[in-house]
């Protein structure tokens, strides 16, 4: 499957982004999805994740209860609303891919998209 993320940019600290990132290639709903970042210096961490029907979403400490990741089997593509920004929240976003069961630690993702930037100021 092939990702390409987008939505990405500069955001105000205390304002709100959406990321969207469309998948083609298979089956999209054949797939969990996972939204990650990697910040200046620092290695790439997970964020969000969601079941391939969109029943379940799991969250990083950091970005609980400020982002909700969504999907649109329909419309092949996966969501990354990011509300309340903060400065750190400033990193490349990547989406990824994965049948995995253990899609929601983060780990065993197995396709993932060029990124975007996302760039917060305080």
């Known amino acids: 499957v092939q990702l390409q993320a987008s939505g990405g940019g500069l955001g105000q600290a205390g304002g709100s982004l959406r990321l969207s990132c469309a998948a083609s290639?298979?089956?999209?709903?054949?797939?969990?999805m996972g939204w990650f970042r990697q910040a200046p210096g620092k290695e790439r961490e997970f964020v969000a994740a969601?079941?391939?029907?969109?029943?379940?979403?799991y969250y990083a400490d950091s970005v609980k209860g400020r982002f909700t990741i969504s999907r649109d089997n329909a419309k092949n593509t996966v969501y990354l609303q990011m509300n309340s920004l903060k400065p750190e929240d400033t990193a490349i976003y990547y989406c990824?891919?994965?049948?995995?069961?253990?899609?929601?630690?983060?780990?065993?993702?197995?396709?993932w998209g060029q990124g975007t930037q996302v760039t917060v100021s305080s």
């Open positions: 990824a891919a994965t049948a995995r069961a253990t899609y929601y630690t983060g780990r065993g993702y197995d396709y």
């Open positions: 290639g298979r089956t999209f709903s054949g797939y969990h």
């Open positions: 969601i079941s391939w029907n969109g029943g379940r979403a």
